[in-house]
């Protein structure tokens, strides 16, 4: 499987973005997906994630009522909508993918647990 996360960019506080990441391959949709992100000298940290069926997400506390993952397996596609941005949100973000088929129901929060990485994109919020 192999990821392309775009959407980035450079807005101010308060603002939305909406990142996608698209996947190529019939693995997808046996793929927990989740979303990393990586601020300048911190380490990449857990921001959001998706069970294969859709029905689970998990989100990590400094997000959690202001992103929103969501899947469309039809387009191999994965999104983060980004709301009430802050400055403490500029990171490059990262999408991942986790073969599992038999765990149809779990989101995997620990970054050693993913076989796919997409590029990455650079989300700036000014203040």
């Known amino acids: 499987v192999q990821l392309q996360a775009f959407g980035g960019g450079l807005v101010q506080a308060g603002d939305s973005l909406r990142l996608s990441c698209t996947a190529s391959?019939?693995?997808?949709?046996?793929?927990?997906m989740g979303w990393f992100r990586r601020a300048p000298g911190k380490e990449r940290e857990f921001v959001a994630a998706i069970s294969v069926s859709g029905t689970n997400t998990d989100y990590s506390d400094s997000v959690k009522g202001r992103f929103t993952i969501a899947r469309d397996n039809a387009d191999n596609t994965v999104y983060l909508q980004m709301n009430s941005l802050e400055p403490e949100d500029t990171a490059v973000y990262y999408c991942?993918?986790?073969?599992?088929?038999?765990?149809?129901?779990?989101?995997?929060?620990?970054?050693?647990?993913?076989?796919?990485w997409g590029q990455g994109t650079q989300v700036t919020v000014s203040s």
């Open positions: 991942a993918g986790v073969l599992s088929m038999f765990r149809r129901s779990s989101t995997f929060t620990d970054s050693s647990q993913y076989n796919y």
């Open positions: 391959g019939r693995a997808f949709s046996s793929c927990g």
